[in-house]
């Protein structure tokens, strides 16, 4: 397998430029999620890697060698795009094998290569089948598997999973983290499926108008998000926000009065609470906020109470085993061990 290595990649159609000076060294073995929103320059990135798309400025290096100029086909990449892309006419055998007898490879190679793919994807028992007569999941799988077989250095995955529902999508998100390490191969894949990056990175970079906003492991990305955006992005139930002025060591809104974590320069800055930081507390517990309840969802083993305090808005996940009405009144604390606070201007975490 190989590195992968963006020096000051840039893209650009004609005066507008998508990706200013991208950087990023990709190691070994690694798998590296691209993560963001429609638009904010994921698969623009992977095209580039991939050579589907022309790189304006800098340079592309494989394995150590710089491959801007190479075609495709001469990378030693390998893509699974989102919509399959199989021939219709062809069965499953003949669509994953076809790349290798285009280059002339024999009858013999060509099944030393074939029987493992298909036996460790579960396709064995349809490759006599055309693509009409399979699932959207075993349709994906043959894809992959025809990636596979060319036993490429580098593996790109383009949002592969989108189109499958969702219990499809957790099968295959185990078929290819197992792919990843039983192969040990070098994989970059993109997804906006903050669920998908977290359960497959070793490591994610999070993207925002063609910049990378914040690089780091699930847990670093989760844990400690650099900016407002990567603390909106990442989370599900999504992070709580409350706008509040520092001063005097507090954090005030009107109703909200709160002691810093930490010290905190005078000024208007943006508290972070994750609804699960989000505790129902007795009335007349020192310090707890007075909230009244909006909406109480009922979500398997948890709850998710919305609650307003003043003009402020947000979510509490509690045990499911408590019900809250419309209208009633409670106290709640935040837990203060959790707490994010951001620079309302920048953005940026304090």
């Known amino acids: 397998m190989a590195t992968v290595e963006c020096r000051n990649l840039r893209k650009t159609y004609a ?16 798998f590296v999620v ?15 890697i991939a050579g589907l ?40 055998r003949e669509n994953i094998t076809f790349a290798l007898e285009r280059a002339g490879a024999g009858k013999d190679e060509i099944r030393r290569r074939l029987d493992p793919v298909v036996e460790s994807l579960g396709l064995d028992v349809y490759l006599g089948r055309k693509p009409t007569e399979l699932s959207g999941g075993q349709q994906q799988r043959v894809a992959i598997a025809r990636a596979m077989i060319k036993t490429p250095e580098v593996f790109l995955f383009d949002e592969p999973l989108s189109n499958l529902d969702a219990k499809l999508r957790g099968h295959l998100r185990v078929e290819i983290a197992k792919l990843h390490k039983d192969l040990k191969s070098t994989s970059i894949y993109v997804t906006h499926d903050q669920l998908e990056a977290m359960t497959l990175a070793d490591r994610i970079v999070l ?22 955006f990567a603390a909106s992005f990442i989370g599900t139930p999504n992070m709580n926000f409350f706008a509040l002025e520092a001063s005097d060591g507090r954090l005030r809104d009107g109703t909200i009065d709160l002691a810093a974590p ?3 320069a005078p000024g208007k800055v943006t508290l972070g609470v994750r609804p699960g930081a989000v505790q129902i507390v007795p009335e ?12 109480d969802e009922f979500h398997g083993e948890t ?47 304090l």
Do not use: W
């Open 15 to 30: 005066a507008h430029e998508v990706i200013g000076d991208f950087n990023l060294a990709i190691k070994d073995h690694e």
């Open 34 to 48: 691209f993560l963001g929103p429609s638009g904010c320059g994921k698969s623009t990135i992977l095209r580039m």
């Open 53 to 92: 798309e022309e790189i304006s400025g800098g340079d592309l290096l494989i394995g150590g060698a710089r491959v801007n100029d190479r075609d495709p086909g001469d990378r030693g990449i390998a893509m699974v795009f989102q919509n399959y892309a199989l021939y219709p006419h062809m069965s499953v």
């Open 207 to 228: 993207m925002n108008q063609g910049k990378i906003e914040q690089m780091g492991t699930p847990e670093e990305i989760y844990s400690r998000p650099a900016t407002l």
């Open 262 to 264: 930490f010290p905190v």
């Open 284 to 295: 007349g517990t020192p310090g707890a906020i007075a909230a009244i309840v909006e909406r």
């Open 303 to 349: 709850r998710l109470v919305s609650l307003r305090t003043g003009t402020q808005t947000f979510m509490a996940a509690v045990a499911a085993t408590t019900r809250y009405a419309e209208g009633q009144r409670l106290s709640v604390a935040f837990d203060a061990n959790a707490l994010h606070l951001f620079d309302s201007t920048s953005g940026l975490r």
